[in-house]
């Protein structure tokens, strides 16, 4: 793919598991630190998890401990694996480059709905 592609979301009850794909070029993986933002109805985008070129991860307060991401240089992907999923965790989610976001490029993003 020339831009990341997102996959795997659905809905969900709370307490569920989801997990989310983002398949890219070898290039763009390979070269760049990965990130996934998400954006719920009537609120900003907003960073959810970072992982490094190096595999070193960051995330937002409100997923640490149930959220996990990774990447699978192999297979040209990178996951967010999300557990112990709540309501307020319903968005639209975007996987992404830092260049992309700085640039404001988006892609079409995987829609989660969890329900109580």
């Known amino acids: 793919q020339v831009q990341p592609v997102e996959s795997g979301g659905g809905s969900v009850q709370a307490g569920g598991s989801l997990r989310l794909s983002c398949a890219a070029s070898?290039?763009?993986?390979?070269?760049?630190?990965m990130v996934w933002y998400r954006q719920a109805p009537g609120k900003q985008r907003e960073l959810v998890a970072r992982?490094?070129?190096?595999?070193?991860?960051n995330y937002a307060d409100s997923v640490k401990g149930r959220f996990t991401v990774s990447r699978d240089n192999a297979k040209n992907t990178v996951y967010l694996q999300m557990n112990s999923l709540k309501p307020e965790d319903t968005a639209v989610y975007y996987c992404?480059?830092?260049?992309?976001?700085?640039?404001?490029?988006w892609g079409q993003g995987t829609q989660v709905t969890v329900s109580s």
């Open positions: 992982i490094s070129t190096g595999g070193t991860t």
């Open positions: 992404n480059t830092e260049v992309r976001v700085l640039r404001q490029i």
């Open positions: 070898g290039f763009i993986l390979r070269g760049n630190d």
